[in-house]
Nanobody
Framework: QVQLVESGGGSVQAGGSLRLSCTGH????????MGWFRQAPGKEREGVAT???????NYADSVKGRFTIAKGNAKNTLYLQMNSLEPEDTAMYYC?????????????????????????WGQGTQVTVSS
């Protein structure tokens, strides 16, 4: 059974930084897509960033230049470094993983982006940014 556990959320002032972590258990995928998503109260869930097993990344326009998604050295770990945080970044952040079944295809039009139908999700970690 796939399990994803997020950590690293918290409360910071605008302009601050946080690093979110996601640790996965119960799976071993050769080719996969992992992503970070967020949902603020009263809003729909939105994609933040994705990374495939080859290390290709995609970012939402709202976080480009401020957030960095990266795979950890340990198996099935994922990070999201968030800098220059803004009050609009306040949300519950979730990680997700999806096996691709084929080799990763890079780029926004490829097979790893926030439009992927992810099957497995973590429980989320709360990020609150105050002005």
């Amino acid at each position: 059974q796939v399990q994803l556990v997020e950590s690293g959320g918290g409360s910071v002032q605008a302009g601050g930084s946080l690093r979110l972590s996601c640790t996965g258990h119960g799976y071993h995928y050769m080719s996969y897509c992992m992503g970070w998503f967020r949902q603020a109260p009263g809003k729909e869930r939105e994609g933040v960033a994705t990374i495939d097993s080859d290390g290709n990344t995609n970012y939402a326009d709202s976080v480009k230049g401020r957030f960095t998604i990266a795979k950890g050295n340990a198996k099935n770990t994922l990070y999201l470094q968030m800098n220059s945080l803004e009050p609009e970044d306040t949300a519950m952040y979730y990680c997700a993983v999806q096996p691709l079944g084929v080799a990763p295809i890079p780029g926004p039009g490829g097979n790893c982006n926030t439009g992927v139908d992810f099957d497995d999700w973590g429980q989320g970690t709360q990020v609150t940014v105050s002005s």
